[in-house]
Protein backbone atom coordinates (compact mmCIF):
# COMPACT_ATOMS: atom_id res chain seq x y z
CA UNK A 1 0.00 0.00 0.00
CA UNK A 2 1.63 3.25 -1.20
CA UNK A 3 1.52 6.02 1.24
CA UNK A 4 -1.04 8.83 1.06
CA UNK A 5 -0.88 12.59 2.30
CA UNK A 6 -3.26 11.62 5.21
CA UNK A 7 0.13 9.87 6.71
CA UNK A 8 2.25 12.79 7.70
CA UNK A 9 -0.15 13.94 10.93
CA UNK A 10 0.09 10.20 11.61
CA UNK A 11 4.37 9.86 11.31
CA UNK A 12 4.69 13.50 13.03
CA UNK A 13 2.58 12.29 16.31
CA UNK A 14 4.53 9.11 15.96
CA UNK A 15 7.69 11.22 16.19
CA UNK A 16 6.23 13.35 19.20
CA UNK A 17 5.30 10.24 20.91
CA UNK A 18 8.67 7.95 20.26
CA UNK A 19 10.61 11.20 21.42
CA UNK A 20 8.57 11.63 24.59
CA UNK A 21 9.33 7.51 25.49
CA UNK A 22 13.14 8.07 24.10
CA UNK A 23 14.65 10.77 26.68
CA UNK A 24 13.22 12.69 29.84
CA UNK A 25 15.90 15.42 28.46
CA UNK A 26 14.46 18.41 26.58
CA UNK A 27 17.50 19.54 24.51
CA UNK A 28 17.64 15.78 23.62
CA UNK A 29 13.68 15.58 22.67
CA UNK A 30 14.11 18.91 20.33
CA UNK A 31 16.60 17.40 19.04
CA UNK A 32 15.57 14.16 18.04
CA UNK A 33 12.05 15.43 16.75
CA UNK A 34 14.29 18.13 14.37
CA UNK A 35 16.06 15.13 12.78
CA UNK A 36 12.99 13.18 12.86
CA UNK A 37 11.07 15.99 10.88
CA UNK A 38 13.99 16.26 8.54
CA UNK A 39 13.33 12.83 7.30
CA UNK A 40 9.75 13.40 7.20
CA UNK A 41 10.28 16.37 5.09
CA UNK A 42 12.68 14.46 2.58
CA UNK A 43 11.05 11.39 2.29
CA UNK A 44 7.29 11.42 2.22
CA UNK A 45 6.24 11.20 -0.96
CA UNK A 46 4.42 9.65 -3.51
CA UNK A 47 4.79 5.93 -3.96
CA UNK A 48 6.59 5.16 -1.15
CA UNK A 49 5.46 2.56 1.66
CA UNK A 50 5.03 4.37 5.09
CA UNK A 51 7.22 2.13 6.78
CA UNK A 52 10.34 3.89 4.60
CA UNK A 53 9.74 6.47 6.39
CA UNK A 54 8.80 5.67 9.48
CA UNK A 55 11.92 3.01 10.03
CA UNK A 56 14.89 6.03 9.63
CA UNK A 57 12.65 8.37 11.62
CA UNK A 58 12.41 5.83 14.61
CA UNK A 59 16.36 5.17 14.10
CA UNK A 60 17.23 8.74 14.28
CA UNK A 61 15.25 9.05 17.33
CA UNK A 62 16.65 6.13 18.98
CA UNK A 63 20.35 7.07 18.29
CA UNK A 64 19.87 10.93 19.56
CA UNK A 65 18.19 9.64 22.65
CA UNK A 66 20.55 6.81 23.03
CA UNK A 67 17.27 4.88 24.01
CA UNK A 68 17.59 1.75 21.51
CA UNK A 69 14.10 0.93 23.10
CA UNK A 70 11.86 3.66 23.83
CA UNK A 71 8.49 1.73 24.03
CA UNK A 72 10.11 -0.85 26.64
CA UNK A 73 7.72 0.62 29.26
CA UNK A 74 4.84 0.90 27.44
CA UNK A 75 5.44 -3.10 25.98
CA UNK A 76 5.80 -4.28 29.29
CA UNK A 77 2.50 -2.60 30.71
CA UNK A 78 1.01 -3.82 27.48
CA UNK A 79 2.02 -7.63 28.18
CA UNK A 80 0.65 -7.55 31.85
CA UNK A 81 -2.84 -6.12 30.72
CA UNK A 82 -3.33 -8.11 27.29
CA UNK A 83 -2.37 -11.73 29.86
CA UNK A 84 -5.22 -10.10 32.00
CA UNK A 85 -7.79 -9.31 29.38
CA UNK A 86 -7.06 -12.95 27.23
CA UNK A 87 -7.68 -14.37 30.50
CA UNK A 88 -11.34 -12.87 30.56
CA UNK A 89 -12.42 -13.35 27.07
CA UNK A 90 -10.44 -16.94 25.95
CA UNK A 91 -13.64 -19.16 27.09
CA UNK A 92 -16.09 -17.42 24.64
CA UNK A 93 -13.53 -18.76 21.93
CA UNK A 94 -14.01 -22.25 21.53
CA UNK A 95 -11.46 -24.38 19.41
CA UNK A 96 -11.80 -23.84 16.11
CA UNK A 97 -10.21 -21.75 12.76
CA UNK A 98 -13.06 -19.09 12.78
CA UNK A 99 -13.41 -18.59 16.58
CA UNK A 100 -9.32 -18.73 16.81
CA UNK A 101 -8.93 -16.41 14.24
CA UNK A 102 -11.63 -13.92 15.75
CA UNK A 103 -9.41 -14.22 19.09
CA UNK A 104 -6.45 -13.49 17.53
CA UNK A 105 -7.80 -10.77 15.31
CA UNK A 106 -9.73 -9.50 18.93
CA UNK A 107 -5.63 -8.86 19.82
CA UNK A 108 -5.01 -6.47 17.20
CA UNK A 109 -7.16 -3.78 18.75
CA UNK A 110 -3.60 -2.84 20.86
CA UNK A 111 -2.42 0.38 19.37
CA UNK A 112 0.47 2.13 20.69
CA UNK A 113 -1.86 5.38 19.97
CA UNK A 114 -4.78 4.67 21.85
CA UNK A 115 -4.89 4.32 25.95
CA UNK A 116 -4.32 1.03 27.42
CA UNK A 117 -7.62 1.93 29.75
CA UNK A 118 -9.69 2.13 25.74
CA UNK A 119 -8.14 -0.53 24.54
CA UNK A 120 -9.54 -2.75 27.93
CA UNK A 121 -13.08 -1.57 27.37
CA UNK A 122 -12.98 -2.56 23.49
CA UNK A 123 -11.93 -6.04 24.40
CA UNK A 124 -13.68 -6.84 26.90
CA UNK A 125 -17.47 -5.77 24.97
CA UNK A 126 -16.44 -6.14 21.33
CA UNK A 127 -18.60 -8.91 19.56
CA UNK A 128 -16.32 -9.19 16.87
CA UNK A 129 -17.45 -9.45 12.99
CA UNK A 130 -14.96 -9.13 9.81
CA UNK A 131 -15.89 -6.23 7.36
CA UNK A 132 -13.89 -8.44 4.88
CA UNK A 133 -14.50 -11.94 5.94
CA UNK A 134 -12.32 -14.81 4.32
CA UNK A 135 -11.73 -16.99 7.50
CA UNK A 136 -13.96 -19.92 5.78
CA UNK A 137 -10.46 -20.17 3.88
CA UNK A 138 -8.36 -20.62 6.62
CA UNK A 139 -8.84 -23.76 7.26
CA UNK A 140 -8.34 -25.00 4.00
CA UNK A 141 -4.92 -22.97 3.29
CA UNK A 142 -3.46 -24.40 6.70
CA UNK A 143 -4.58 -27.82 5.99
CA UNK A 144 -2.99 -27.72 2.61
CA UNK A 145 0.49 -26.21 4.24
CA UNK A 146 3.66 -27.80 5.37
CA UNK A 147 5.36 -24.78 6.13
CA UNK A 148 3.86 -22.14 7.66
CA UNK A 149 4.89 -18.38 8.85
CA UNK A 150 3.18 -16.36 11.50
CA UNK A 151 4.12 -12.85 11.57
CA UNK A 152 3.18 -11.36 14.79
CA UNK A 153 2.68 -7.58 15.31
CA UNK A 154 2.38 -6.07 18.98
CA UNK A 155 3.94 -7.35 22.04
CA UNK A 156 1.16 -8.14 24.21
CA UNK A 157 -1.10 -9.53 20.81
CA UNK A 158 1.14 -12.99 21.85
CA UNK A 159 -1.59 -14.41 24.56
CA UNK A 160 -3.98 -13.98 22.07
CA UNK A 161 -1.96 -15.51 18.55
CA UNK A 162 -1.37 -18.55 20.74
CA UNK A 163 -4.81 -20.72 20.10
CA UNK A 164 -4.44 -20.42 16.58
CA UNK A 165 -0.73 -20.73 16.35
CA UNK A 166 -1.03 -24.13 18.52
CA UNK A 167 -4.38 -25.13 15.96
CA UNK A 168 -1.83 -24.42 12.54
CA UNK A 169 0.79 -26.31 14.76
CA UNK A 170 -1.33 -29.48 14.47
CA UNK A 171 -1.53 -29.43 10.53
CA UNK A 172 1.81 -28.02 9.91
CA UNK A 173 5.42 -26.68 10.54
CA UNK A 174 4.46 -23.23 12.26
CA UNK A 175 7.27 -20.64 12.82
CA UNK A 176 6.39 -17.32 14.71
CA UNK A 177 7.71 -14.38 13.56
CA UNK A 178 9.04 -11.49 15.43
CA UNK A 179 11.56 -8.05 15.01
CA UNK A 180 14.90 -8.59 15.54
CA UNK A 181 15.15 -5.57 17.39
CA UNK A 182 12.87 -2.56 19.01
CA UNK A 183 10.54 -0.67 17.05
CA UNK A 184 7.42 1.06 17.92
CA UNK A 185 5.43 -1.90 20.81
CA UNK A 186 6.49 -4.58 17.43
CA UNK A 187 7.04 -7.84 19.57
CA UNK A 188 10.81 -9.50 19.35
CA UNK A 189 12.30 -12.29 21.24
CA UNK A 190 13.26 -9.92 24.19
CA UNK A 191 9.06 -9.61 24.66
CA UNK A 192 8.46 -13.27 24.34
CA UNK A 193 10.85 -13.76 27.36
CA UNK A 194 9.05 -10.96 29.20
CA UNK A 195 5.76 -12.15 28.85
CA UNK A 196 6.99 -15.64 29.92
CA UNK A 197 5.98 -17.37 26.71
CA UNK A 198 9.10 -18.83 25.61
CA UNK A 199 7.56 -22.49 25.33
CA UNK A 200 3.76 -21.74 24.29
CA UNK A 201 5.72 -19.46 21.62
CA UNK A 202 7.65 -22.73 19.83
CA UNK A 203 9.65 -22.29 16.92
CA UNK A 204 10.59 -18.63 16.12
CA UNK A 205 12.23 -16.50 14.17
CA UNK A 206 12.92 -13.14 13.00
CA UNK A 207 13.23 -11.01 10.00
CA UNK A 208 15.95 -9.58 11.06
CA UNK A 209 15.06 -6.51 11.19
CA UNK A 210 13.56 -3.59 13.45
CA UNK A 211 10.86 -1.69 11.00
CA UNK A 212 7.11 -1.99 11.27
CA UNK A 213 6.27 -4.70 8.85
CA UNK A 214 8.56 -5.88 6.46
CA UNK A 215 11.33 -4.35 4.31
CA UNK A 216 12.69 -7.14 2.38
CA UNK A 217 15.65 -4.65 1.72
CA UNK A 218 16.95 -4.70 5.01
CA UNK A 219 15.78 -8.43 5.82
CA UNK A 220 17.79 -11.28 6.86
CA UNK A 221 18.18 -13.95 4.76
CA UNK A 222 17.36 -16.81 6.96
CA UNK A 223 13.92 -14.48 6.73
CA UNK A 224 13.83 -13.42 2.75
CA UNK A 225 14.33 -17.66 2.26
CA UNK A 226 11.73 -19.15 4.69
CA UNK A 227 9.05 -16.26 3.05
CA UNK A 228 10.15 -17.78 -0.22
CA UNK A 229 9.77 -21.29 0.59
CA UNK A 230 6.62 -21.05 2.99
CA UNK A 231 3.10 -22.42 1.56
CA UNK A 232 1.22 -20.28 4.10
CA UNK A 233 1.81 -16.74 5.36
CA UNK A 234 -0.43 -15.41 8.45
CA UNK A 235 0.00 -11.75 8.81
CA UNK A 236 -1.21 -9.85 11.63
CA UNK A 237 -1.78 -6.08 11.79
CA UNK A 238 -1.34 -3.51 9.47
CA UNK A 239 2.42 -2.68 9.04
CA UNK A 240 2.22 -6.43 7.12
CA UNK A 241 -0.89 -5.35 5.39
CA UNK A 242 0.63 -1.54 4.47
CA UNK A 243 4.31 -3.83 3.00
CA UNK A 244 2.94 -7.40 1.49
CA UNK A 245 0.03 -5.92 -0.13
CA UNK A 246 2.00 -4.77 -2.53
CA UNK A 247 3.39 -8.26 -3.16
CA UNK A 248 1.87 -10.19 -6.07
CA UNK A 249 -1.56 -11.78 -5.06
CA UNK A 250 -0.92 -15.50 -4.93
CA UNK A 251 -3.50 -16.71 -2.51
CA UNK A 252 -0.79 -17.68 0.67
CA UNK A 253 -1.01 -14.52 3.00
CA UNK A 254 -3.62 -13.77 5.23
CA UNK A 255 -4.24 -10.43 6.20
CA UNK A 256 -5.18 -10.07 9.77
CA UNK A 257 -5.83 -6.60 11.08
CA UNK A 258 -7.87 -3.77 12.82
CA UNK A 259 -8.19 -0.74 9.93
CA UNK A 260 -6.60 1.88 12.36
CA UNK A 261 -6.52 4.66 9.89
CA UNK A 262 -8.36 6.32 7.23
CA UNK A 263 -5.98 5.33 4.19
CA UNK A 264 -5.51 1.66 5.22
CA UNK A 265 -9.52 1.78 5.48
CA UNK A 266 -9.92 3.20 1.90
CA UNK A 267 -7.23 0.76 0.76
CA UNK A 268 -9.58 -2.18 1.67
CA UNK A 269 -12.13 -0.32 1.01
CA UNK A 270 -14.04 -0.58 4.72
CA UNK A 271 -14.99 1.84 7.60
CA UNK A 272 -12.43 2.93 9.77
CA UNK A 273 -12.09 0.65 12.98
CA UNK A 274 -12.98 -2.31 11.12
CA UNK A 275 -11.70 -5.79 11.54
CA UNK A 276 -10.40 -7.66 8.50
CA UNK A 277 -9.57 -11.43 7.80
CA UNK A 278 -8.85 -11.05 3.63
CA UNK A 279 -6.88 -13.75 1.63
CA UNK A 280 -4.47 -11.90 -1.04
CA UNK A 281 -5.65 -13.35 -3.80
CA UNK A 282 -6.49 -12.40 -7.70
CA UNK A 283 -9.56 -12.20 -8.82
CA UNK A 284 -10.73 -15.24 -10.26
CA UNK A 285 -9.62 -16.84 -7.20
Do not use: W
Request: glycine share 4%.
Amino acid sequence: MRISSECHDCLSNMADQACVLATDDPALRKEARQKADKILNQKLKPGVVSIQVATPMHDVIKRTANNPDPYRSTKDIEIDEARQLFELVKNSYTEGFVSYLRLAALGNAIDFFRPIEEVKREIRVLKLKFAIDDSALLESRVKKAKFILYLADNAGEIFFDMPLLNLMRKFARTVYVVKEKPVQNDITITDIKKACMETAAGEVMTTGTATPGVDFALASDEFKQAFEQADFIFAKGMGYYETLDELPAEGRIFFCLKAKCGPVARSLNVPPGSYVAKLHKAPEE
